[in-house]
């Protein structure tokens, strides 16, 4: 039974559960989906996307559309009638034969479903993904909120070598973030980051974001033990705002006790080499219903921002 496990992670995210001294008790991974989550890809309005750019790094960004805008006419093929709009820094790498991340969430009820790949296709507004990793995840730190339709705007994008005072802000108080990862012939990936607002610490253009306790899976830790880059993808739900943020990251395992957070059981460090925001980029906006009660027993950083 274990070796039929192992088989199922790659070997960054078996040295991760290794080095964490914890393992997954089972794992649902297929390399097919199962119709349920078949059909909630295809109920939702938005879907969390990751692919690497022409170096190997690491790109994140959202498609949106109305429900039904996803379909999976067979358990290996999700067919998405979306693609990166062209002021999206992530748009030039969703292509055919590129690896995609896709990550399914849905606020209102909590639930989420991860489904990776490759782009098989890309014809002018519509993307085919051939599924090669298919998952669900605990609603753990996913906050509830409610979603409503709103114009998306059509600003250019602003970019920064460093994160600027805004930025900074943006992510010290922000409860989620979307984090993309590759382990380079192993794909990519994408996941969901959630905590109280305040839950990531801004020490200028270093971010240290606390890994709470979770499914042991360990697929970004484990794709970053491969390659240490990443993208975060910061959304504002409240104006549509996207923040796009690239660096390297460092796991700290064996946390200081003058560093430790509350639930958190090891530290990751980002540090930034480039952004982007977009202003008002999203066609959705959403407000707080309620935190997720897992984050009770989490903490936040005193003083989050500092230069």
């Known amino acids: ?126 993307l085919v993904v051939a599924v090669e990793r298919s998952f669900g995840n605990c609603p753990q730190y996913i906050h509830i909120r409610d979603m409503h339709a709103a114009p998306a705007g059509r600003a250019a994008p602003e970019s920064m070598d460093r994160l600027d005072p805004a930025a900074r802000a943006a992510i010290a108080t922000t409860d989620t973030l979307f984090v993309a990862t590759t382990g380079g012939d192993e794909g990519v990936d994408i996941s969901h980051r959630g905590g109280r607002p ?15 306790s979770g499914n042991r899976y360990f697929n970004t830790l484990g794709n970053l033990l491969l390659d240490p880059r990443a993208a975060l993808l910061i959304a504002d739900f409240f104006n549509g705002d996207v923040l796009h943020v690239q660096g390297r990251a460092e796991i700290v395992w064996d946390v200081p006790e003058e560093e430790r957070l509350a639930g958190a059981e090891r530290l990751w460090r980002l540090r930034v080499t480039r952004a982007w925001r977009r202003r008002a980029a999203l066609p959705l906006r959403w407000s707080l219903r309620m935190l997720s009660p897992g984050v009770a027993r989490t903490g936040t950083w005193s003083g989050a921002v500092s230069d």
Do not use: Y
Request: hydrophobic share 50%; net charge neutral; charged share 20%.
């Open 1 to 126: 039974m274990s070796d039929l496990l192992d088989a199922r992670f790659h070997a960054g995210e078996r040295a991760a559960q290794a080095r964490a001294g914890v393992a997954p008790g089972s794992a649902a991974i297929r390399d097919w989906m199962p119709d349920q989550h078949r059909a909630f890809f295809a109920a939702l309005p938005f879907v969390l996307a990751a692919s690497t750019d022409a170096d190997g790094w690491p790109v994140a960004t959202i498609l949106a559309g109305p429900p039904g805008f996803i379909a999976s006419p067979n358990p290996r093929t999700l067919c998405i009638a979306a693609v990166p709009d062209r002021d999206d820094p992530a748009a030039a790498w969703f292509k055919p034969h590129a690896p995609i991340g896709l990550l399914g969430i849905d606020l209102a009820t909590r639930r989420r479903n991860r489904a990776n790949g490759v782009i098989a296709a890309a014809t002018g507004g519509a």
């Open 198 to 212: 305040g839950f990531v610490r801004v020490d200028g253009n270093t971010l240290t974001i606390p890994d709470f």
